[in-house]
């Protein structure tokens, strides 16, 4: 029997991982995305099947996390054995700037899909996975971060993340659904989003290297992360859902880095070495060839309240689950400053050929 998943939020970073995933696995993979004035699709539009082709195991249909009526109608219609429940507004730095929308997208979102779960009856059929976070732990309480590990969340973002994580535990407590919160630290890839710290920093380098982009602005450059790549942490959502008894787990790598250390990675891997000078909003990276200033600190990128040091402890995860993450930091920022030095040299000859290239992403 093909089992049928269904992902919310398959048009971001993970969704698109995820659902290559179950597709290799023969999965019939059913997605939620939004509707856009722009096509929202990129990163999945190479799964794309023609609907006029029978035995199509990709589809995709329109939906929001905030409208209940539209995600109990496509629970209905799909009959989902899992769903992976990936859809937020889930940059932390936005969340201050829109957190009542953030509350409703990011914890309602969850309650909604599982109510939906009971209204249809399909508590003991539709297995639930949750994407929660290590923002949860925000300002932490102890070194590293397991499952055990109080919560301190420091963002709008983080509290309604926290109020998904605790409705997802409630609801398998109260009404016996398979439910899982995986806790997951900070992974990311090539399609990471744009606005995001490391894509930023790979994606300025590689654009500062061809010299289409004077300096890269960032913000608190001490912070600390456990950085993964997507594609390893994508197979954890899956195997959480495998098992016979429903559990929430850490997933990371077990090793922390600052973002300084990430742009210094990013400008090596273009071929420029940095050193740094100042501190705090002054501090500066000079490129040690030219003398010229190529990172430079922008307060606005500053968090009302910040997140100052993650570190998983992936040890349930390794134990239980036979999990552990194959691709190192240093691999992956390799991968991504390879995929942004190839859309930057396409920039490049647009530019050199004559046209415009409008750079908006910050
Ligand atoms: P992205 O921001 O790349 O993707 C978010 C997805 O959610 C997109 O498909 C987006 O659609 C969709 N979405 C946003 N708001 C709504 C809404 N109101 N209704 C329906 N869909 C919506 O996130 P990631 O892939 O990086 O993360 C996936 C999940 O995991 C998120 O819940 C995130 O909070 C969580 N998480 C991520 C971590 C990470 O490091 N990446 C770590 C821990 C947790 P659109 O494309 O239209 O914007
Ligand atoms: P985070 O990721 O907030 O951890 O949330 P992000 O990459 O945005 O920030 C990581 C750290 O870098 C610092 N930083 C900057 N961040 C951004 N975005 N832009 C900058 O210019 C900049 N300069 C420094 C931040 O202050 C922070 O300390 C991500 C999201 O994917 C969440 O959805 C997810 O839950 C968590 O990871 C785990």
Known sequence: ???IALITGITGQDGAYLAEYLL???YEVHGIKRRASLFNTDRVDHLYQDPHVTGRRFILHYGDMTDSTNLIRIVQAVQPDEIYNLAAQSHVAVSFETPEYTADSVALGPLRLLEAIRILGLERKTRFYQASTSEMFGK????????????YPRSPYGAAKLYAYWITVNYREAYGIHACNGILFNHES???GETFVTRKITRAMARISLGLQDCLYLGNLSAKR???HARDYVRMMWLMLQQDEPDDYVVATGRQYTVRHVVELAAEATGIHLRWEGSGAQEKGIDTNTGETLVAVDPRYFRPTEVETLLGDPTKAREKLGWEPRITLE????????ADLADARRDDLCRKEGFRILNHHE
């Open 331 to 338: 691999d992956m920022v390799q991968e991504m400053i390879a």
């Open 226 to 228: 456990d950085w993964g």
């Open 190 to 192: 090539p399609i990471r």
């Open 24 to 26: 290799e696995k023969g």
């Open 140 to 151: 932490v309480a102890e070194t590293p971060q397991r499952e055990t590990t109080p919560f």
């Open 1 to 3: 029997m093909t089992k």
